[in-house]
């Protein structure tokens, strides 16, 4: 942040932007320059880790007491999972865009279905619906509860 002085020709930038002056004077936390990945098991530099995972391993003043003190699950970038793009259709086994999923499939991904494959079950439960008039016993179609027992 800066802004511009009286006359307007000079910049007056804050001291705790420029790295000198008292902010952050007495700050005690310690500063981390590696961190471990959980899956890895290897230390690795900052750069290897995104900002979340390196805010979630370092020090909070604001947390709650004890939060702290606990181990944290840190994984770096590339062990931390990535977005799914794909999915692969429960029925013609192709993988295919999430487009072409609906969105109830997605979420359960393991058991999905394409939506050429839903449009195919949907016609095919369809012509299934008829009512089967045809069965064997057609003695009485009224018959009751009573008169079977």
């Given at each position: 942040m800066s802004r511009q002085g009286p006359?307007?020709?000079?910049?007056?930038?804050?001291?705790?932007?420029?790295?000198?002056?008292?902010?952050?004077?007495?700050?005690?936390t310690p500063t981390v320059k590696k961190l471990r990945c959980?899956?890895?098991?290897?230390?690795?530099?900052?750069?290897?880790?995104?900002?979340?995972?390196?805010?979630k391993a370092t020090y909070?003043?604001?947390a709650p007491p004890g939060w702290n003190k606990k181990p944290k699950?840190?994984?770096?970038?590339?062990?931390?999972?990535?977005?799914?793009?794909?999915?692969?259709?429960?029925?013609?086994?192709e993988t295919k865009p999430l487009e072409q999923?609906?969105?109830n499939q997605r979420r359960h991904s393991e058991k999905a279905r394409c939506l050429k494959c839903m449009k195919k079950r949907e016609e095919e439960d369809m012509n299934d619906s008829d009512p089967d008039?045809?069965?064997?016993?057609?003695?009485d179609p009224y018959e009751t509860w009573d008169d079977i027992m």
């Open positions: 006359a307007g020709k000079f910049r007056v930038t804050p001291a705790y932007q420029e790295g000198y002056g008292a902010y952050m004077a007495n700050d005690q959980v899956f890895c098991n290897e230390e690795k530099q900052l750069d290897a880790f995104s900002k979340t995972q390196i805010a909070n003043p604001y699950n840190i994984t770096c970038k590339k062990c931390t999972a990535k977005q799914i793009n794909s999915l692969q259709c429960m029925t013609c086994t999923f609906a969105k008039y045809s069965s064997d016993d057609d003695d």
